[in-house]
């Protein structure tokens, strides 16, 4: 029975500990951390946020090396026409922007696209404990993070925080 009683404490402990870990608001340093857009003008997350306020948004952490980023495109690209509403946020962490700007057009990516200055160790990337991209976020029409981390374009985790 004691056995039973430690099993069920350290699951509840285990699973309260993950819900904390994916918060719902950004920090403020990961708010005014500094992206490139696509003319090569300096702007910050908060900014890039504000543009889209009241609009369901998908981010996707991403770059034009990433094997597995690149193989996700297709599914992100069903999302997009599943979901015309939904502003698709395009970051990349590429080495260069030129690789970047290349990478948008050779995968044809439509959406918002920005340069995450200073990429992996980056705020925004600290504050998003990022180790693996593809990574996906959705921020809802309030702004709030609605899902904090899916890797796969067709995981059910992001296909349900779609759902209105």
Request: charge should be positive; include cysteine; glycine fraction near 4%.
């Amino acid at each position: 029975m004691k056995k039973i009683v430690i099993i069920l404490i350290l699951f509840i402990a285990i699973t309260n500990c993950k819900a904390q870990e994916e918060p719902i608001v950004f920090t403020e340093k990961a708010l005014a951390d500094i992206f490139i857009d696509t003319k090569g003008d300096e702007i910050a997350f908060s900014k890039i946020l504000k543009a889209y306020k009241g609009k369901q948004i998908v981010i996707d952490i991403w770059a034009s090396w990433c094997k597995d980023c690149v193989k996700g495109m297709p599914k992100i690209k069903k999302l997009q026409t599943n979901n015309k509403e939904t502003v698709f946020l395009f970051l990349s962490l590429d080495k260069s922007e030129e690789a970047w700007k290349k990478g948008i057009k050779k995968y044809t990516i439509e959406g918002e696209h920005y340069f995450i200055k200073s990429g992996w160790k980056s705020e925004f990337a600290s504050f998003l404990d990022l180790d693996w991209i593809p990574r996906y976020l959705v921020i809802d029409k309030t702004g709030n993070i609605k899902l904090f981390r899916a890797v796969k374009a067709d995981d059910q985790k992001l296909k349900s925080a779609l759902k209105i």
